[in-house]
T-cell receptor, first 110, second 114 residues
Framework: EDQVTQSPEALRLQEGESSSLNCSYT??????LFWYRQDPGKGPEFLFT???AGEEKEKERLKATLTKKESFLHITAPKPEDSATYLC???????????FGRGTSLIVHP | DAGITQSPRHKVTETGTPVTLRCHQT?????MYWYRQDPGHGLRLIHY???????DKGEVSDGYSVSRSKTEDFLLTLESATSSQTSVYFC?????????????FGEGSWLTVV
């Protein structure tokens, strides 16, 4: 059973159309939640780490938020260059190794 | 740029042959990882290392072995390649084993087993 679930699997937006990606987790003892961006043919690129409920982090058009059961990656006024797969990973319990979700593929049309 | 170099970047090999993928880092990080990424499965951990000559298995370690004789190099060997091992392989590194242990990825090695 997946401990980290990302939704939707795929999302198509028009340029400027804001939206959110979801990462829900069922682990206990959260130690860190990570967001990555992955472009086709490339390795995942680190975006954010969140540690506790209520925490928020921003980078350009992206803002990540965290609750006790899920995280959202908000994309404000996206541009075509924001098109990528966004991965969420959770570090929990006694392990320092994150568990990854399957990702959300985002396409932003001009 | 996380200072990680994977080689080869692309390889086609025949079933039954051994294959070695190399990961080289310039960050002097203690922890190194090998993942594979497949459609429908996401990133799955194969093996990891927490120091020179210290390695452990991940969730999909069958058919793979690793070695780490120097801090900067982590080798992944497919002992006898099978078609199910066709995948893209990512090496990753991290500095610590504590909370917020951010993992940084290389650019990937695409392996096709025919």
């Amino acid at each position: 059973e997946d401990q980290v679930t990302q939704s939707p699997e795929a999302l198509r937006l028009q340029e400027g159309e804001s939206s959110s990606l979801n990462c829900s987790y069922t682990v206990s003892g959260l130690r860190g939640l990570f967001w990555y961006r992955q472009d086709p043919g490339k390795g995942p690129e680190f975006l954010f780490t969140l540690y506790s409920a209520g925490e928020e982090k921003e980078k350009e058009r992206l803002k990540a938020t965290l609750t006790k059961k899920e995280s959202f990656l908000h994309i404000t006024a996206p541009k075509p260059e924001d098109s990528a797969t966004y991965l969420c990973a959770v570090q929990a319990g006694g392990s320092y190794i994150p568990t990854f979700g399957r990702g959300t593929s985002l396409i932003v049309h001009p | 740029d996380a200072g990680i170099t994977q080689s080869p970047r692309h390889k086609v090999t025949e079933t039954g042959t051994p294959v070695t993928l190399r990961c080289h880092q310039t960050e002097n990080h203690r922890y190194m990882y090998w993942y594979r990424q497949d459609p429908g499965h996401g990133l799955r951990l194969i093996h990891y290392s927490y120091g020179v000559k210290d390695t452990d298995k991940g969730e999909v370690s069958d058919g793979y072995s690793v070695s780490r004789s120097k801090t900067e190099d982590f080798l992944l060997t497919l002992e006898s390649a099978t078609s199910s091992q066709t995948s893209v392989y990512f090496c990753a590194i991290s500095e610590s084993g504590s909370s917020g242990n951010t993992i940084y990825f290389g650019e990937g090695s695409w392996l096709t087993v025919v």
